[in-house]
């Protein structure tokens, strides 16, 4: 890297800005390879997934569940009682959990692998050009990986009343009495059942149907376990209004356009979306075609100014740190060898982390079916079924596999214990275009919860005894002794 100390101009090969999951990735891959790269941040090293996101969402998730191990022991023939919750404490581990992993993403570390790491507000000022604290950056190629934010709906009084956002819900150091979320996607529900586990009253109020990028009848298996924990669950509800109150919040609703209400509480989280950072980072200088939705790309990553790639959140894709993952890989494949890329071949998994998790992957039954008809082979197993779910307690729940005629998998979704764990055998056959068949040929280990997908990939067989061919075939072996 050379640096013209009269205009100040730093000309790496690479220059990232954003020290997000996928911003990290594509630095240290670049620096392994001995590249000159420059990475910008503004925030906090590791982005969204490790201060506000993924790690203390996980954190809390599994504080709630250790609370509710004491609420369920019954079964298991231990006296049940209600926990003593210490929600300070709960914080410290959620923090403790930031803290330790927070090294791996810091700047020492980079700096140790060779990064050039700038702390400031990176701004285009041309097309091949990034100023950040009065430095001018002339890059080979630019990375953007600024991820996203909460999407604050324009619900009348949100500019006047407090409320709480995925950056700001985990600094709470005492226990919210009545959380109230906007929003039932997987993020609204998560935070619900972890609050409501650990001694919160929580209402979740929701436009449309509750968890609506997942399977129907799974969605509703999970919905069904947190109503048994507590958790009030408003489907097809409107926000009309949001105003503070001395206690807290009071939010005015309509249900099925049609009955009117209120509800009052003492916290009120939004998480109706994410919106991508793409404000003050100058892309009309660059040529850089943007929306709402987030930064314009083709199918390789690569924005309308050749020169920069977006990658994660802010390019409008899934919005999963193991999406600017599988990005950052990519655009390293590009930007170092000329490998050509094609982002949209990336079979994508995703998990909502209630308790049962739901996972799924490829296509949803409703796709499958709008695309196969009547050809769509639907293979279910339950693990009510699964010898290891039954002697953990935990029998509900299903394996669904999404099968062409010829039983090639083409989606799967999974309800139950552990469902984000075994998602990804399933990832692995779709992106490798295997059949179910695959499944029978392997050996599981027995008593495992991944012997539900085996017994699921073993109904498309399930006719094979009676079909005449099959069975004249037999006879025929059977005269030879």
């Not at 939004?270 to 980072?281: E, K, Q």
């Amino acid at each position: 890297m050379t640096k013209n100390k009269t205009t100040k101009t730093l000309t790496p090969d690479i220059c990232v800005i954003g020290a997000g999951s996928g911003g990290l990735s594509v630095a240290a891959a670049a620096a392994a390879f001995g590249v000159d790269v420059v990475l910008i941040e503004k925030g906090k090293m590791g982005g969204d997934c490790l201060n506000y996101g993924c790690v203390p969402s996980k954190a809390i998730i599994a504080a709630g569940k250790a609370a509710a191990t004491f609420r369920g022991s019954e079964k298991f023939g231990i006296a049940a009682q209600e926990p003593q919750i210490d929600f300070s404490q709960v914080n410290d581990h959620v923090q403790g959990v930031i803290a330790t992993i927070a090294p791996h993403d810091s700047v020492e570390r980079f700096q140790g692998l060779g990064v050039h790491v700038i702390q400031g507000a990176g701004e285009f000022t041309a097309p091949d050009t990034v100023q950040v604290n009065g430095q001018n950056i002339k890059a080979r190629r630019f990375v953007v990986a600024t991820g996203s934010r909460a999407a604050i709906p324009p619900i009348p009084g949100v500019e006047d009343t407090p409320f709480l956002t995925n950056e700001t819900l985990f600094e709470l150091k005492e226990r919210p009495e009545h959380l109230i979320i906007i929003g039932a996607g997987p993020i609204g529900m998560e935070m619900a059942q972890a609050h409501r586990r650990l001694g919160s009253r929580v209402t979740v109020i929701e436009a449309l149907r509750p968890l609506a990028v997942t399977d129907p009848e799974h969605a509703a298996q999970v919905i069904e376990t947190m109503a048994s924990e507590g958790v009030e669950i408003l489907a097809n509800t409107k926000v009309n209004k949001i105003e503070k109150t001395e206690a807290g919040v009071k939010v005015s609703v309509k249900v099925d356009d049609e009955a009117e209400g209120t509800i009052e509480g003492s916290h009120l989280l939004i998480a109706a979306g994410r919106a991508p950072n793409v404000a003050s980072l100058g892309l009309e200088a660059a040529g850089v075609e943007y929306s709402r939705r987030g930064i314009k790309t083709d199918d390789g990553l690569r924005t309308t100014n050749k020169k920069i790639y977006a990658i994660g959140d802010v390019a409008g894709g899934p919005q999963f740190t193991h999406a600017a993952g599988a990005h950052a890989s990519l655009v390293i494949r590009s930007i170092l060898f000329r490998m050509p890329i094609n982002h949209n071949s990336i079979t994508m998994p995703a998990v909502t982390y209630t308790e049962p998790e739901i996972g799924q992957v490829g296509l949803s039954e409703q796709q499958a079916k709008e695309q196969l008809g009547d050809k769509l082979r639907v293979l279910t197993a339950e693990f009510s079924g699964n010898d290891r779910a039954l002697a953990e307690g935990k029998g509900k729940g299903q394996v669904k596999l999404l099968a062409t005629a010829k039983g090639q998998l083409i989606g799967a979704s999974i309800v139950g214990p552990g469902a984000g764990e075994q998602i990804g055998l399933l990832a692995l056959m779709i992106s490798q275009k295997l059949k179910v068949g695959a499944l029978l040929g392997v050996v599981l280990p027995y008593p495992t919860l991944n012997e539900a997908i085996r017994r699921a990939a073993l109904t498309y067989y399930a006719d094979a005894p009676k079909n005449l061919w099959v069975r004249r075939v037999l006879a025929i072996l059977r005269m030879f002794g």
